[in-house]
């Protein structure tokens, strides 16, 4: 049986590689795909999300939510891995569909259509969702499960030396996601930086003649390019597929339940995920978190969904 997702990101090369994935997979439906700010600003992130999908023209089409910007507005960005708008060297020209709903509206009405039935994934900093506690408390019980990709555990951090992007963004949200009473589950960078491909994936991606090919060949190559300028680095992480991997197959995944917050008023800490890992802990469990996964065969998951994609494209 299928499973109705949300699909809440902030395109982003890795949030597309993630949307390509997910919404050719016949495991999942994926009712809608909302923005949010914070690879890039919120305008940009609803235009990258509009361009994706339409370059991709899946066969069912989500509907699609507005990113606002966040009441705290983060100066941080992630354009320098990125590039200028978030996709690297693609370029769509999409225009922006009138009376777009803003994304947490959109949420709402369709938790309320189907209570107790969406895995909300949050690929981006978790501000949409946390204004939807804040306007629309009644649809926390609505929700079945969410999913955050984002955080530390023990790892390092990827936007500071110990807070993650997406949680360092919004860490005022983030604390609220992670104080709400819903069911969570966390992919922090300790799993997901590990699930990290070599410029053969280029090789292996669905031919330029297909959408999901014409897509993941543009941004890509520009994705290995900058983390090899940028970071010395020759692998690539994809830690956004790997949180859809984990909505599909999660038991290619090792979990443990923990209690987790976030700081949010640090100088050095904004965002940095807190764990209560004491001999005799005093906050109350409030999610699960991986802690470990069968890399090679996530990998082999992730890019078997990307050549499914480029089959059905």
């Not at 292996?204 to 970071?231: D, N």
């Not at 995944?253 to 976030?262: I, K, L, P, Y």
């Not at 409030?286 to 059905?312: C, I, P, T, W, Y």
Request: with cysteine; charged share 20%.
């Amino acid at each position: 049986m299928e499973r109705k997702i949300i699909i809440d990101c902030d395109p982003g090369i890795d949030d597309a590689v993630a949307l390509t994935a997910a919404l050719f997979d016949p495991r999942i439906n994926v009712l809608a795909v909302t923005a949010t700010a914070g690879t890039v600003k919120a305008d940009l992130a609803t235009s990258n999300v509009g361009a994706i999908i339409s370059t991709l023209d899946p066969p069912l089409y989500p509907r699609i939510g507005k990113a606002s910007p966040p009441d705290d507005a983060s100066v941080t960005n992630d354009k320098f891995l990125n590039g200028a708008h978030g996709l690297g060297d693609f370029s769509a020209g999409v225009t922006e569909r009138q009376h777009t709903p803003n994304s947490e509206k959109v949420i709402a009405e369709l938790l309320r259509q189907y209570p107790g039935e969406i895995t909300l994934v949050c690929l981006g900093p978790l501000t949409n969702l946390a204004r939807l506690y804040q306007r629309d408390p009644a649809v926390i019980t609505l929700i079945d499960k969410v999913v955050i990709s984002g955080g530390a555990y023990r790892a390092a951090g990827n936007a500071t030396p110990v807070a993650e992007f997406n949680l360092h963004f919004d860490p005022v949200a983030a604390s609220d996601v992670f104080a709400s009473p819903t069911t969570k589950s966390l992919l922090p960078l300790d799993v997901t930086s590990k699930i990290a491909f070599g410029l053969e994936l280029l090789d292996q991606l669905p031919p330029e003649s297909t959408a999901a090919g014409t897509l993941l060949r543009q941004i890509l190559p520009y994705a290995f390019r900058v983390a090899h300028q940028r970071l010395g680095r020759e692998l690539l992480p994809l830690q956004d597929a790997t949180t859809i991997a984990a909505v599909v197959e999660p038991e290619l995944f090792e979990w443990s339940e923990m209690a987790g917050r976030v700081e949010t008023d640090g100088t050095l800490t904004r965002g940095m995920c807190v764990f209560d890992r004491r001999l005799r802990p005093e906050w109350n469990v409030n999610m699960e978190v991986a802690v470990a996964a069968d890399v090679e065969v996530v990998k082999r998951s992730v890019l078997r969904s990307l050549r499914f994609a480029g089959q059905h494209s």
